[in-house]
T-cell receptor, first 117, second 114 residues
Framework: KAGVTQTPRYLIKTRGQQVTLSCSPI?????VSWYQQTPGQGLQFLFE???????NKGNFPGRFSGRQFSNSRSEMNVSTLELGDSALYLC????????????????FGPGTRLTVL | QKEVEQDPGPLSVPEGAIVSLNCTYS??????FMWYRQYSRKGPELLMY????GNKEDGRFTAQVDKSSKYISLFIRDSQPSDSATYLC??????????????FGGGTRVLVKP
């Protein structure tokens, strides 16, 4: 089974621009979560989508948004980029325990490294 | 204070030694406990998954959870240079309706020297 894929792997943007990142979950997984990883703050939860609905949200400003499509693929968008948005953005997919019996078992993609200049 | 505390290291051990990692947490609602390994410039890889208190063993890895002390541990036996990575603990209090949200420790960098 193919793992979680994220595109693009690397992005360089300037302040004020917006960016869209894409995530394709493991086949059959319906939950997609997004995390931001920085050296100072570590891994922080952004939001989670399940069956095209946002089910959970972290403490990030409204500039960070996401959506999920009917095929479970997800995108996240960051508008009006700031220097502090430079980070590794990780997507994780989960079957929500339906097949493994393990709730919250999340599998991560390789991440998109965003640099804001 | 963060909900999950983890010593950042680095933790340097000789090849073949036991690596001992731990996390403490403050949220008594956490029920699911995971350990991830992350190599440089890669996404985290799930190593161990436990529910509630107790021990779990998988090959060279042993995970322990002590909910009464709010303390979890990961032990790596017969460590290899390929075990050099950052190890992250993660926790969740998820009730199914609330969805998936993992709270991570800051990670411990481990270096296994040949």
């Amino acid at each position: 089974k193919a793992g979680v894929t994220q595109t693009p792997r690397y992005l360089i943007k300037t302040r004020g621009q917006q960016v869209t990142l894409s995530c394709s979950p493991i086949s059959g997984h319906r939950s997609v979560s997004w995390y931001q990883q920085t050296p100072g703050q570590g891994l922080q939860f952004l939001f989670e989508y399940f069956s095209e609905t946002q089910r959970n949200k972290g403490n990030f400003p409204g500039r960070f948004s996401g959506r999920q499509f009917s095929n479970s693929r997800s995108e996240m968008n960051v508008s009006t980029l700031e220097l502090g948005d430079s980070a590794l953005y990780l997507c994780a997919s989960s079957s929500d325990g339906r097949t493994s019996g393990r709730a919250n078992e999340q599998f991560f993609g390789p991440g998109t490294r965003l640099t804001v200049l | 204070q963060k909900e999950v505390e983890q010593d950042p290291g680095p933790l340097s051990v000789p090849e073949g030694a036991i690596v001992s990692l731990n996390c403490t947490y403050s949220n008594s609602a956490f029920q699911y406990f995971m350990w991830y390994r992350q190599y440089s410039r890669k996404g985290p890889e799930l190593l161990m998954y436990t529910y509630s208190s107790g021990n779990k063993e998988d090959g060279r890895f042993t995970a322990q959870v002590d909910k009464s002390s709010k303390y979890i541990s990961l032990f790596i036996r017969d460590s290899q240079p390929s075990d050099s990575a950052t190890y992250l603990c993660a926790m969740s209090d998820a009730i199914k309706a609330a969805g998936n949200k993992l709270t991570f420790g800051g990670g411990t960098r481990v270096l296994v020297k040949p």
